[in-house]
């Protein structure tokens, strides 16, 4: 189900791209089916933040000098349609604040958050009432109306290709796709703005679809952090080569400490080596069956998992997933958008240390599996889980 979302989430925002210069009618009609289905993705994997962190009070702020003047017609954009427009900012707020990635959102929110102060400063001050600064800071007015305008215009756009180039330098693959995709879906329409006003003399705002960009960037633009943790031993008691559900025992602190890193917007990755699937003590549905009660109970503590990943393959064979081979968390990182290097490696051997080592993620070693001497190259040894998602939340991020 969730794939099936991304896959539409996928290729509506390559079409979007490729639609909004041309036609912002059309537009606005498939942005806002965009966004639904992101909710309705977002809702399914139970993890929507509203107004949480550093962003809630921005959110209160745009909500109150935003869209009640816009609902009670005391803006341009006036009634339900105003209110719409303008909630599209909203919506990029949103979005920005489920990136997991709160020091970038925070850049982007403020600096949008300045260019609306500026551009409702500008309306008061600078213009009669009825002319729209909103437009005029980006193609309508002429130029010498709005020196301001351009100079700020100049501003939020170097700013977004700054942000942008300095982006793609990062990342590749779909990613690095998408951001040059909205590079220049900026630029193009920019361009066709400035012709339909200025060459053909045409009467539309341009306005609406800034946030489209925006909210496309905000989906595409940062990775999560994550936080991949062993199973046996780290967030249950060792099985000991079983898949019993009867003998599963999920230390008393570990829900809370999911929780913790839940709300500090890490994913939380399960990554598990079970050979005794290969060993024949039990098969690949009792691992799942016995996977899914782990997360049933820790979802009954509000602690959410948003993936697992098994090894069930026997130590001799050489695959690429079992620990401390890198296949399992690559895959997760290509699933869920994840830098991995930003990422932390939780568990109770060595193994799971090296994996850390392997991928360039942060290490912890627990004490509450069978191993009890952390290897020299342990990032962090904490006591339990709990006290290493203490350590990973208190901790300043690494560069
Ligand atoms: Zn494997």
Request: charged content about 20%; overall charge positive; hydrophobic content about 50%.
């Amino acid at each position: 189900m969730i794939k099936k979302i991304d896959h539409l989430l996928y290729y509506g925002l390559i079409a979007l791209a490729f639609v909004m210069p041309i036609s912002p009618v059309s537009a606005n009609i498939v942005w806002p089916v965009l966004l639904l289905l992101w909710i309705a993705k977002m809702a399914a994997l139970k993890e929507v933040r509203i107004a949480s962190g550093p962003l809630a009070l921005f959110v209160l702020v745009f909500i109150l000098a935003g869209v009640l003047p816009a609902y009670f017609g005391q803006s341009e954009n006036k009634g339900f349609f105003g209110v719409i427009s303008i909630m599209s900012f909203l919506i990029f707020i949103l979005v920005a604040e489920n990136t997991a990635d709160f020091k970038h959102a925070q850049k982007i929110g403020y600096l949008l958050g300045i260019s609306y102060i500026m551009m409702l400063l500008l309306r008061r001050f600078l213009y009669p009432v009825g002319s729209n600064v909103f437009a005029g800071c980006f193609a309508r007015l002429p130029v010498e109306r709005s020196i301001m305008g351009l100079a700020f215009f100049i501003l939020l756009l170097g700013a977004y290709f700054y942000y942008g180039f300095k982006k793609l330098r990062m990342v590749f693959g779909k990613e690095r796709f998408f951001i040059v995709l909205c590079l220049f879906a900026v630029l193009g329409l920019f361009l066709s703005e400035f012709y339909l006003s200025e060459v053909a003399g045409c009467q539309h705002s341009g306005m609406e679809f800034l946030p489209i960009v925006w909210l496309l960037m905000a989906l595409t633009f940062y990775k999560s952090r994550a936080v991949f943790l062993d199973r046996d031993g780290t967030i249950n008691e060792d099985m000991h080569y079983s898949a019993d559900t009867e003998k599963l025992k999920i230390f008393t602190n570990a829900g809370t400490a999911i929780k913790m890193l839940n709300e500090a917007g890490f994913k939380v990755v399960i990554v598990t080596n079970q050979s005794g699937v290969a060993r024949g003590c039990f098969t690949e549905k009792d691992v799942h069956k016995l996977n899914d009660l782990v997360v049933e109970r820790l979802n009954k503590e509000n602690a959410f998992i948003n993936g697992i990943y098994v090894c069930p393959h026997h130590p001799d064979i050489a695959c690429r997933c079992r620990k401390p081979n890198t296949g399992m968390i690559k895959k997760a990182a290509r699933d869920m958008n994840i830098d991995i290097k930003k990422s932390y490696v939780v568990g109770d051997m060595k193994t799971d240390m090296l994996l850390a080592k392997n991928t360039g993620a942060k290490g912890i070693f627990v004490l509450t599996g069978a191993e009890k001497t952390p290897p020299e190259f342990t990032d962090y040894a904490a006591k339990d889980i709990y006290a290493a998602a203490a350590w990973i939340t208190c901790r300043k991020e690494p560069d």
